[in-house]
């Protein structure tokens, strides 16, 4: 089946302007994660999100970022007033959370997001 | 909280000859390990995990690992490399936040260069 997709795929902007970065999950897993990957900070964990529970902030560099799920689905990345040290590639995970495979997490191919 | 040391930045080895990458972790508790590799401006990809079934873990690609909890070690190998191995590797283990979530915590990457 389809794997989990992202979109763009490249993205430039400048700075000070707002992006949404989308991710489409593996249809079925109801656990979605975004991660950061950038080149002095490895790569980090942002949002998580499973089915319709509060989703879980703890690694949002600061409140320029925000992440939404719609219906369970389709999650979109929002970063605000952009700086240059948002420059990174942003990934997205989805997992089962149920079964056996629950604890393992497919990703998308990245969007890279370049600030000038 | 959960860690993961990777000794090594870079790795070069000559098509045929054997590959070894080296991860130690830090867990509190019986951990789930996995590696995962990164193609140039490719997603990450799956290539085996751990989860306390058997401790000798076989992958894609001919990859395997070995747990080994007296040493914390959880070290990736290949009998053969071939070119298509090139790549960054990543060392990475589950760190359970709390009930489902399961955030991934990774290490700084091995690079994994192949002669001809």
């Known amino acids: 089946g389809a794997g989990v997709s992202q979109s763009p795929s490249n993205k430039v902007t400048e700075k000070g302007k707002d992006v949404e970065l989308r991710c489409d999950p593996i249809?079925?897993?109801?656990?979605l994660y975004w991660y950061r990957q950038s080149l002095g900070q490895g790569l980090e964990f942002l949002i998580y999100?499973?089915?319709?529970?509060?989703?879980?902030k703890s690694g949002l560099p600061s409140d320029r970022f925000s992440a939404e799920r719609t219906g369970g689905s389709v999650s979109t990345l929002t970063i605000q007033r952009t700086q240059q040290e948002d420059s990174a590639v942003y990934l997205c995970?989805?997992?089962?959370?149920?079964?056996?495979?629950?604890?393992?997490?497919?990703f998308g191919p990245g969007t890279r997001l370049t600030v000038l | 909280a959960q860690s993961v040391t990777q000794l090594d930045s870079h790795v070069s080895v000559s098509e045929g000859t054997p590959v070894l990458l080296r991860c130690n972790y830090s867990?509190?508790?019986?951990?789930?390990l996995f590696w995962y590799v990164q193609h140039p401006n490719k997603g990450l990809q799956l290539l085996l995990k751990?989860?306390?079934?058997?401790?000798l873990v076989k992958g894609i690609n001919g990859f395997e690992a070995e747990f080994k909890k007296s040493e914390t070690s959880f070290h990736l190998t290949k009998p053969s490399a071939h070119m298509s191995d090139a790549a960054e590797y990543f060392c990475?283990?589950?760190?359970?936040?709390?009930?489902?979530?399961?955030?991934?915590?990774f290490g700084t990457g091995t690079r994994l260069l192949v002669s001809p």
């Open positions: 751990y989860t306390s079934a058997a401790t």
């Open positions: 249809s079925g897993h109801t656990a």
């Open positions: 990475v283990v589950s760190d359970r936040v709390n009930t489902g979530f399961q955030k991934l915590v």
């Open positions: 867990s509190s508790y019986s951990p789930s």
């Open positions: 999100f499973q089915g319709n529970s509060a989703p879980d």
């Open positions: 995970a989805s997992s089962s959370f149920t079964g056996g495979d629950a604890d393992t997490q497919y």
